[in-house]
Each structure stands twice: as structure tokens, then as C-alpha cells.
């Protein structure tokens, strides 16, 4: 089975194709261009440096979010549009749990964060068992300073994964129980979107078609609050 994974949920943009246990092909780019520009390019030169063609692939996996509003709906259209053209089943995978899936030889626990502005994190936490992570509890957007304060508070070790780690570093390097990955962990890999998809389709766990699958909208988008903040304030005259 050829699973096509793509993950525009960060500044980092992934592509990757993995066949059953095998990893055939990788391609991430970090830059500030932005993936309008990018995502295409990188799908078209990694199935053709691969000498794979669309029609070989079995399923096309996507992060959902949470993460960047314009990345999670440019990612989702392509693959909406792929997945419609092919006639190929979609499966959704949030970013919190791909970054957790970086980490499943870690014997610690794992918390993945990012960064949702206003000094406030995108979490949720993981263990591992039998090499496979398990989510702790539902997502949530809760305040760096609490999340530090309830991990600081626990007995246990725990590994914190994220682009948001580098934001917060000093105050997440000034606590004894929380270690930092290796940077290549940090970011939300297609490799390991591909793994968790590939459960999930095993499973029949969130596969969908391209009619039935959208972005996961933690929270509205600073535009649509300014304008809901902007109508509230002509309602009230002011």
C-alpha cells in the first residue's frame, strides 16, 4: 500500500510516500516562501524522482490542523483535489499527533505544542505503547506559562515537541523534568504522518472522502475575530 502524505500545517512544508514499511521518499522545505508556491513543485519532483505516478498511490494522507489557517486550506484543497481526480481515499491526522509520533521510542511522556499567538500553545499529550503513541487527552489552546506550571508540577518526565519549543526555550530549559528534542523532531514530519495514516486506514479510523474531510479550526482566525470584534462595535455604536 502507497500512502501519499502531506502536512502544510506549519511554516515547514512535507511531502512523503511511504509503501507498507518502507519510506520511499521525503521532501521538506522551511523556508518563508510560501506553500502556494511550494507544495505542487514538491509533489510533482519527489513522484517523478521516486518513478511513482498518482494512480499508484493507494491513499492520500493530510494534516488537518490545528496550525496555520492559509497552510491547512491550501494543503487540504491540493489534496482534496488530488484525492477527487484519482478517485483515492483521504485520511486525516492532526499535527499535535504527527509531532507525537516523532518521538515513539521515547519512554517518557510527550506533550506537542504549537505556537497559537497571544503567549498561548495548540497541545496535547502522548505516551507510547507497543511503539505506537496514545493520545492522554482531547486538544486544547491553554496559556505556556500553565502548561509549564502543570508539567513542572508532576513527577514525570516529559519530552516537549514543536516548532513552539524554540519560542518559549528559556522558560521550557529552566525546568528539570522537560527535555527538548533533536531539531529534526521538532517539525511535523510526512514520514510520520504517513505511520499514523496508515494505522488509521487499518483501523477505518478517519478515512474520508473528498467531500467529507476539512481543516481542524481549533479556534477562529485573527481576521475573523477582528471582524466579529469590528461588527460588535458598529451594533453598539461605537
Sequence with gaps: MKILGIDT??????????????????????TKKTHSQKLMPMIE?????SDIEVRDIDAIAICVGPGSFTGLRIGMATAKAMAH????????????????ANMDLCNKKICSILDAQ???VYTCKYIVEGNKIKALEEINIIPIDDLLEELSSTNEEWVLVGEAVYKYKEKIQA????????PSNNITKASSLCVVARDKFE??????????INPMYIRKSQAEEQYEEKQKRLRDGK
Design 9 to 30: 500545517s506549519t511554516m515547514a512544508a512535507n511531502v512523503a510516500v511511504l509503501e507498507d514499511d518502507k519510506l520511499i521518499c521525503e521532501y521538506t522545505i522551511n
Design 45 to 49: 519532483n519527489m513522484l517523478k524522482l
Design 85 to 100: 481526480v484519482n478517485n483515492i481515499p483521504l485520511i486525516g491526522v492532526n499535527s499535535l499527533e504527527i509531532l507525537g
Design 118 to 120: 497571544r503567549n498561548q
Design 175 to 182: 525546568i528539570s523534568n522537560i527535555t527538548i528534542p533533536c
Design 203 to 212: 483501523q477505518n479510523i478517519e478515512v474520508h472522502n473528498c467531500y467529507d
